[in-house]
């Protein structure tokens, strides 16, 4: 099955923690993104990478990291610089060589500050 | 600041009625616009694609598309309980860039 995975589900951290989500896709998507969304809020985009060894900051890309060493993967730490971690964190993809970008999400992560 | 902006809802319309959901976007750079579908608690699912000026019907949807108002809207025919849900509207560069998204529209479908 083709798709775009993310782990964990749920996730609690303290105060002071650096977490790290998973985000894998197996749809040889070259651009893959990162979302935060908080209740009733629309999607805001934390980082994004077109290409392996490359990626940009998105609006609110302050408190947060990616990598991206394989096409496949776009892990997310949330560092403890950020002040309010707490929210529903979504990977998403695209073809690159398609020209209107359309994304398709993972499933999400969502993550709890204790 | 590239906006998108969305009536929050709540929209309650009658099962089998056309539900009409509409969304403006403040960027005239932006080419392409999407409909995501949300079910509370879930991730967004890709409904409905447009690039041009018009309508695009794909089954019960309807995406339409004005560029000179920076207007786009998405018709549901013959609603089901099963459309009860948050639709998100999108807008993009074209590239890949990350997609500016709207705060979203309650639906309700009413049996």
């Known amino acids: 099955d083709g798709g775009i995975t993310q782990s964990p589900k749920y996730l609690f951290r303290k105060e002071g923690q650096n977490v790290t989500l998973s985000c894998e896709q197996n749809?040889?998507?070259?651009?893959m993104y990162w979302y935060r969304q908080d209740p009733g809020q629309g999607l805001r985009l934390i980082y994004y990478?077109?290409?392996?060894?490359?990626?940009q900051k998105g609006d609110i890309a302050e408190g947060y990291s990616v990598s991206r060493e394989k096409k496949e993967s776009f892990p997310l730490t949330v560092t403890s610089a950020q002040k309010n971690p707490t929210a529903f964190y979504l990977c998403?993809?695209?073809?690159?060589?398609?020209?209107?970008?359309?994304?398709?999400f993972g499933p999400g992560t969502r993550l709890t500050v204790l | 600041q590239k906006e998108v902006e969305q009536n929050s809802g709540p929209l309650s319309v009658p099962e089998g009625a056309i539900a009409s959901l509409n969304c403006t976007y403040s960027?005239?750079?932006?080419?392409?616009f999407f409909w995501y579908r949300q079910y509370s608690g879930k991730s967004p699912e890709l409904i409905m694609s447009?690039?041009?000026?018009g309508d695009k019907e794909d089954g019960r949807f309807t995406a339409q598309l004005n560029k000179a108002s920076q207007y786009v809207s998405l018709l549901i025919r013959d609603s089901q309980p099963s459309d009860s849900a948050t639709y998100l509207c999108?807008?993009?560069?074209?590239?890949?860039?990350?997609?500016?998204f709207g705060k979203g529209t309650h639906l309700i479908i009413q049996p």
């Open positions: 447009i690039y041009s000026n």
């Open positions: 998403a993809s695209s073809a690159y060589f398609q020209a209107y970008n359309e994304q398709f």
């Open positions: 749809l040889n998507h070259d651009a």
């Open positions: 999108a807008g993009g560069g074209g590239g890949a860039d990350g997609l500016t």
């Open positions: 960027d005239r750079g932006s080419q392409s």
């Open positions: 990478s077109q290409i392996v060894n490359d990626f």
